[in-house]
């Protein structure tokens, strides 16, 4: 099963996992991004994430069907959360069931190195003094 | 015929809207795009890289440019 949602709110690691797992699995490998207290020594007052949500979308489901075909894997579950996050908030959350160990982690490392490179989202980093758009300029 | 561009993250800024319309003179490929706006909008040689999406996909500089399609301009992107 593959799920893919990108949400406005608060994101539901057990229920991520849940759907990550059935009686098939032998385990579930998570990665679970977090808002970090600060970037570069920098104090973070918040994170503000946007996205082109066709787009985001499609790339995400690209992500999760390669996947699939790559691992012998039986579920792949993202959720990506949008809008206003503070620190400790829940941005990400990849769980991948599979029978045996090496295939789950290997699909969720993929996953997860794959959507920070190719899926249309944005973060700005809001600081004490400042905000920038992160990776933006060289 | 105007077409409409998307515009997101530090691109909105540049652009001061989330999207902007241009006129489309005769033929214009992603690449003559690219140009076009980085001429109106010098701030996006500032960029680290950026691309163009067509239909919500990523497009390659010779990809011509039709009036219907939905363009959208990706910055370098930072999610997780």
Known sequence: ?138 | MDINILAFGVVKEFFGSPSIALELQGELTVAGLKEELEAIYPDMKRLRAYLVAVNDEYAEDELVIRPEDEIAIIPPVSGG
Request: a negative charge; charged letters at 25%; proline letters at 1%.
């Open chain 1, 1 to 138: 099963m593959i799920d893919i949602k990108i949400l406005n709110e608060p994101l539901d690691t057990t229920g991520c996992i849940g759907n990550a797992t059935d009686a098939a699995c032998g385990g579930t490998a998570t990665f679970i991004g977090v808002v970090r207290d600060r970037t570069d020594g920098r104090r973070v007052v918040r994170l503000e994430y946007e996205c082109y949500e066709s787009m985001a979308l499609k790339e995400l489901a690209k992500i999760a069907e390669h996947a699939v075909r790559s691992w012998e894997i039986n579920h792949v579950v993202i959720h990506h959360r949008v809008g206003v996050l503070h620190i400790g908030d829940i941005a990400v959350i990849i769980a991948v069931g599979a029978a045996h160990r090496a295939a789950a982690f290997d699909a969720c490392r993929y996953t997860i190195d794959t959507l920070k490179m190719t899926v249309p989202i944005w973060k700005k980093e809001i600081f004490e003094n400042g905000e920038v758009w992160v990776s933006a300029h060289a």
